[in-house]
């Protein structure tokens, strides 16, 4: 199929006019168009009718959605449908146009994208990186999040790619798309699309469910940690692929989890997959569990898969046990050394940080200036992971006392210096000392 | 029929430091395919085995190009429609074979106190192994039915097409977006390939250079000038031979006095039939200018 010459006008279904601004983007089986609708700037992707297998089911699908509606604001949702091509039978959709401040998932992964400049026109490489590790966590949070929001309409990815989600580098905020490809659990959109994200279930003919979308997750955040694919290592690269449906058995029957504690066959190789090696050595054990479990024996077992509590357990904990240190650099606390049971070490400068004891946790949290206490972290029954409830403030006008301050609604009972519990309500803080304990209610800290 | 020429000749500023050709060239003709390849160690201090990788490199690219070309019939069916994949799959496999020949050099030769003496024991700790070996590659494949290639860091490609056309089918600046030198000793060097491939025109010759040669010409015309010359002369390879090694001996006196490599495939049929074209070309260039 030709493309759309700019200027051209394509009708919504029911009868508006958007008008071809330039391309975004090239698909295998669509083009993605900037368009002008009424005042608003949208996104037009339009399928090629040559290179899609189900159409009408496509069709339906989208129609469907549209109809639905989003989940949340955060998936770039298909609004409207356009009008048939009476000729062709080639249609497409519109969707909000990606903000600038997003940055596509493949580029996170690559750690650069290539711009061209546009006075010169020479193509360049601009890094591509989370400002922090926080940032990072937020985004794996935000994605376990936005799954939840389709099960909770019985929706599930059918065919999720590299291109398929957006990421704030500097907040971790997430943008989901292809939407189109999201449909109700168990149908079968059947769509022609690389086996890397797909559940080995249903890369041999099974349905997609909420089962193979916590496969699917898996791979997006295994991606997003590690930077690399979590089936690609020595076996897959010398075995000579000649298609996708060739490389599919390397994903679904023959897949091998590049760590497989059993199995050395697949072992990532440097020079091709240095992101992973290096990042395997810096995550946690209970981070790297999780990837073992939702590949090995989640492979083959669809009900051993790690459900998205779970999930949000782990990233929760991972943003628990970030220290970011004065000296500019961030860190796990597995990554670096304890002076002893409950002081951090920055392995960078050298700065000693305390820790705090929660009861309901066996890990310490490093307090650090500007570390956040979340919601869901002294409330056990909390729903929202993004909340911040406290914070570790420095005095202004008394530079180097240090102390926490409730940004909760609730009122917190804390020990303060004269040994004896205070309240604390919301807006209010208090300094961290040697002896502080903290009464959250549900859960109780002991510095 | 395919056939091939390959030489590395070492440059003059290689021979006034004493020290010894960083470069390596070879190709392999198969059924109804051949390869060509050239690899340019970098040389400098950190790299100090690179002449040793530059060898493993165009050992790894043939090896791996002959196990594809196993079944060339399929081989050449997936292409047409999948050669960004296949060509990729090339790449990295290419560099996992290289890491396996220099892990296993490397562990059948220890770095020798003459190879470390040039460090301070800080700096030799921060060295990856792969560095040792560093260096660049290009590959070309002709077809009987379509050509392509690749290659990491710098270095040339020429085809030289039936119709007399001639071009630079990979450039330096493609394959290092933002002047980042790549190498296939770097960190993810199999995503820093650049790569062709061209479906629709048959192949008279390709040939294939490390840098040295590029930079001994003042203009990319001159280059391409060059590549048209020697091609017009494959008709007689022995006079090709001996006037093309003569000719690079020459050229690493000039630009950079780097070693020069060069490694040429061309279809013999085509030769006979066409060189007529090319060397009418070159006439008519003379004649205009």
């Known amino acids: 199929m030709a493309e759309f010459e700019i200027g051209r006008v394509v009708e919504t279904e029911f009868g508006g006019k958007a008008k071809i601004l330039n391309v ?9 168009y900037l368009v002008q609708y009424n005042s608003m700037k949208m996104a037009l992707k339009w399928y090629d009718t040559d290179k899609v297998k189900n159409l009408d089911k496509i069709y339906q699908n989208i129609k469907r ?13 298909c609004k409207y449908m356009t009008k048939v091509d009476k000729t062709t039978g080639a249609f497409g959709y519109f969707m909000e146009v990606k903000p600038d401040s997003f ?123 590690f930077r690399g694919d979590h089936m690609e290592g020595r076996k897959v690269i010398m075995d000579i692929c000649m298609n996708e449906q060739e490389l599919a ?33 810096e995550y946690p054990e209970y981070i790297k569990d999780a990837f073992v479990r939702s590949f090995t024996v989640g492979k083959k077992d669809p009900e051993k898969r790690l459900s998205l509590d779970e999930w949000q357990a782990l990233f929760i904990r991972l943003r628990s046990e970030i220290l970011s240190c004065i000296c500019g650099k961030s860190h796990f606390v597995s990554m670096i050394a304890k002076q002893n049971d409950k002081i951090f070490k920055c392995p960078n400068c050298g700065m000693e940080f305390a820790s705090m004891k929660f009861s309901n946790r066996t890990f ?17 029954n909390a729903d929202d992971f993004l909340s911040v409830a406290g914070e570790l403030v420095e005095n202004k006008i008394r530079p180097g006392l240090i102390g926490i301050k409730n940004c909760s609604d609730s009122k917190w009972s804390v020990k303060m210096p004269d040994g004896l519990f205070h309240d604390v309500t919301s807006g209010k803080g208090f300094p961290v000392w040697n002896g502080l304990e903290i009464d959250f209610g549900k859960v109780q800290a002991k510095f | 029929m395919f056939k091939g020429f390959s030489r590395s000749v070492i440059g003059a ?32 201090k950190k790299h100090f085995r690179s002449h040793v990788g530059s060898k493993f490199a165009v050992e790894s690219a043939i090896e791996t190009i002959e196990r594809f070309y196993e079944d060339r019939e399929r081989l050449e069916r997936e292409l047409t429609e999948n050669h960004e994949m296949i060509i990729h799959n090339m790449e990295k496999q290419i560099v996992a074979v290289w890491h396996d020949k220099i892990m296993g050099h490397f562990a059948e030769n220890p770095v020798t106190a003459e190879e470390k003496k040039q460090f301070e024991e800080d700096e030799f700790n921060k060295i990856p192994v792969e560095s040792y070996y560093g260096t660049t590659l290009v590959t070309a ?119 020069i490599s060069l490694s040429c495939i061309y279809n013999s049929e085509i030769v006979e039939e066409k060189s007529m074209i090319l060397r009418e070309k070159i006439l008519n260039k003379r004649k205009k200018s």
Not at chain 2, 185 to 190: F, S, T, V
């Open chain 1, 24 to 32: 975004i983007g090239k698909g295998r089986q669509s083009t993605v």
């Open chain 1, 65 to 77: 959605n549209v109809k639905d509606g989003e989940p949340n604001n955060k998936f770039l949702w």
């Open chain 1, 103 to 225: 940055e596509y998932f493949v580029d996170v992964m690559n750690g650069y994208k290539i711009v061209q400049d546009s006075s010169t026109k020479h193509l360049t490489k601009k890094s591509v990186k989370f400002s922090n590790l926080n940032a990072m966590v937020m985004a794996g949070i935000n994605i376990v999040t936005a799954f939840r929001k389709l099960h909770e309409i019985g929706k599930s990815y059918h065919a999720l790619s590299d291109g398929g989600f957006f990421i704030n580098t500097d907040t971790g905020a997430v943008l989901m798309s292809d939407c189109d490809t999201i449909a109700p659990y168990g149908e079968d959109l059947d769509i022609n699309i690389r086996p890397t994200y797909k559940a080995p279930e249903v890369l041999d003919g099974g349905l997609p469910d909420e089962n193979s979308d916590l496969y699917t997750l898996a791979v997006v955040l295994f991606k997003m940690l």
């Open chain 1, 249 to 281: 058995k390397h994903y679904g029957k023959e897949a091998v989890f590049i760590y497989d504690p059993d199995n050395d066959s697949n072992r990532p190789i440097r020079g091709i997959h240095d992101n992973v090696i290096k990042f395997w050595g």
């Open chain 1, 364 to 380: 310490r949290k490093p307090l650090y200036i500007g570390c956040k206490l979340f919601e869901c972290e002294i409330n056990p």
């Open chain 2, 13 to 44: 500023s290689h021979v006034k430091k004493g020290i010894v050709c960083q470069d390596s060239s070879d190709y392999k003709t198969g059924n109804g395919y051949a390869v060509a390849v050239v690899a340019d160690g970098h040389g400098s």
């Open chain 2, 141 to 259: 494949i002709a077809d009987e039915n379509f050509t392509f290639g690749f290659q990491i860091g710098d270095g040339s490609l020429v085809a030289v097409f039936d119709d007399g056309e001639t071009a630079m089918l990979m450039d330096y600046e493609e394959s290092n977006p933002a002047n980042i030198t790549a190498s296939i000793c770097g960190r993810n060097a199999a995503s820093m390939f650049s790569r062709f491939f061209v479906g629709n025109k048959k192949v008279l010759a390709v040939f294939v250079s490390t840098d040295g040669l590029y930079t001994s010409f003042g203009k990319d015309s001159d280059f391409l000038d060059y590549h048209t010359i020697i091609a017009s002369q494959l008709s007689d390879i022995n006079t090709f031979e001996t006037s093309v090694v003569k000719n690079i001996t020459k050229r690493t006196h000039f630009g950079t006095e780097d070693d």
